[in-house]
């Protein structure tokens, strides 16, 4: 699956998330950095979900090697 930039921040963000912050928390601290909107979060996190990357408000193992390719490839560029 091809991901725009800000489902792979997205999943970044999760990935980095400090113990005890939801997957929500980090919604809305994209939003304030004006990522993207709190509904547009919302959407992107749906689609994570859907494409295997999330169960149960955690990361899947696909979903931790893929937020391990997105870091790779940002400290790359």
């Known amino acids: 699956m091809d991901m725009g ?8 963000g999760i990935y980095k998330r400090k113990e005890g912050e939801s997957i ?4 809305m601290m994209l ?3 004006g990522m993207f909107t ?4 919302k959407k992107y996190l749906k ?3 859907e494409d295997g990357y999330i169960s149960d408000d955690r990361l899947t193992v ?3 090697q ?4 997105v870091e790779e490839g940002f ?3």
């Open 5 to 12: 930039i800000e489902e792979q921040v997205l999943l970044l």
């Open 66 to 69: 893929k937020a391990k390719e």
């Open 31 to 33: 939003e304030e950095t």
């Open 38 to 41: 709190y509904k547009e979060g």
């Open 24 to 27: 929500n928390d980090v919604v």
């Open 75 to 77: 400290k790359l560029q």
């Open 62 to 64: 696909t979903g931790t």
């Open 47 to 49: 689609s994570l979900k």
